[in-house]
């Protein structure tokens, strides 16, 4: 946790020596604007190559193991469906209401941001636009994984990583559990390297902060506030929506698993990290009343299956930063873009800003700057304390709720 707060530290002197530096540039040296904002942009290029880098291989490794490790719910049976169904239901109603509140408020139309790089803003968005059913079909089958590695086509990696899960899973455990450890294995440790990766985000932030303030003055942080409050809205009515399902479930002992996990809740909030809180809700929900044998299949796969406050943020941000950088995506390409970020967040562990890894992906696959991630990651700390407490507060209630179908929730669990 230390070293978490050490990064928002280092990358919060990042922002504040980036708005010092663009601002001098903006008013004191405007005849050197150009010239300062591409090259000091180089920091933000190195950091978010250097995530791009780890997207195709994270997402390969943590989708196979975790379909391979499925093949146990066979054995689950009926708990493991109802587990899956409501996973997918609340992503699902997670994403939409990120997309519907991020259309509504469009915080990211406060101010836009030229695009830069590599791309016009015509070719871009006219790319953008062009997205039909034959680029769709395209884009899920890959004629080459190795193409799609190349490239970072994630959802043709998804694709491939779900049949090759799959035939481990129906292989038989003697072939596969080296396999399946091994992938394990890289696995963890290119989280690790997500970690390592994250501690190059201060320079990235330098970079993309002081070129953006030296190119359009301090009207950015007009764009910060608006995002801020527009996002922790829409979270508000994702726990709305969540505790209305809670309770037509779980009914008045709603509010008694409130009481139970507002120690995980309160320490998932400080800390940015619903996996943090892991033992503790454990203990909780056992506490509560809900089976073991329940808790410890269910909770596992929801810090993997169910992150519905970090699913929110995801279209959240992707379409505010399409919105920031004046691209206009119709209706299709967003729920397109949201069925991808359903497939592609999944097996994707609840550690710190992971989601970003994601967003980057997604963001490159739609034809928006990938560097507008940059642009966010100051305020990111903020953003992920509300969404690691809703990760948590997700997780609490799916365990309750499918021990409560199961008939294996103690009505005096909470009487100790």
């Not at 090259?39 to 791009?52: A, D, P």
């Not at 399902?245 to 809740?265: C, D, Q």
């Not at 560097?371 to 966010?376: D, N, T």
Request: proline share 3%; charged share 15%; net charge neutral.
């Amino acid at each position: 946790m230390k070293g978490q707060n050490k990064l928002f530290i280092a990358i919060v002197i990042g922002l504040i020596l980036g708005v010092i530096m663009g601002g001098v540039v903006h008013t004191q040296y405007p005849e050197s604007i150009d010239s300062f904002s591409k090259n000091i942009k180089l920091l933000g290029t190195v950091f978010i190559r250097l995530v791009q880098m780890i997207i195709a291989p994270l997402v390969f490794t943590t989708l196979v193991v975790g379909i391979a490790k499925m093949s146990d719910m066979r054995m689950i049976g009926r708990v493991g469906t109802k587990a899956m169904l409501w996973f997918i239901s609340a992503s699902l109603v997670s994403l939409f209401i990120g997309l519907i509140f991020v259309n509504w408020l469009e915080p990211g139309h406060v101010t836009q941001l030229p695009i830069q790089d590599h791309s016009s803003a015509e070719d871009l968005i006219k790319s953008s636009k062009g997205f039909s059913m034959d680029d769709f079909v395209k884009h899920i089958f890959p004629k080459s994984i190795f193409e799609a590695f190349a490239t970072n086509e994630v959802l043709q990696i998804v694709v491939f990583s779900i049949m090759f899960g799959i035939a481990l899973a129906n292989m038989g455990e003697e072939y596969t559990k080296p396999i399946i450890k091994a992938f394990d294995i890289c696995a963890h440790a290119i989280l690790k390297m997500v970690g390592y990766i994250m501690w190059v985000a201060p320079l990235g932030v330098l970079g993309a902060i002081a070129a953006v303030v030296a190119t359009n003055g301090f009207q950015i942080f007009k764009v910060y506030a608006i995002y801020l409050r527009d996002f922790f809205f829409a979270l508000g009515v994702l726990w709305l929506v969540l505790c209305i399902v809670g309770y037509f479930i779980l009914g008045n002992r709603l509010f008694e698993l409130f009481r139970r996990i507002k120690e995980p809740l309160l320490i998932a909030f400080s800390t940015t990290s619903s996996e943090a809180v892991f033992p503790k809700l454990v203990e909780e929900l056992e506490r509560f009343g809900c089976n073991n044998r329940v808790v410890s299949f269910i909770l596992p796969l929801g810090y993997s299956f169910n992150l519905d406050g970090s699913m929110m943020y995801m279209t959240f941000a992707a379409i505010f930063i399409a919105q920031i950088y004046g691209i206009d995506m119709t209706i299709g390409q967003q729920i397109t873009m949201l069925l991808v970020l359903m497939l592609t967040s999944k097996g994707i562990a609840g550690v710190p800003r992971a989601s970003l890894v994601i967003i980057v992906a997604t963001c490159t696959m739609f034809g928006i700057p990938p560097e507008g991630i940059a642009l966010i990651l100051p305020i990111d700390h903020f953003c992920d304390m509300g969404r690691s407490m809703t990760n948590v507060l997700g997780n609490a209630l799916a365990t309750s709720a499918v021990s409560k179908w199961e008939g294996q929730l103690d009505n005096h669990g909470g009487e100790l």
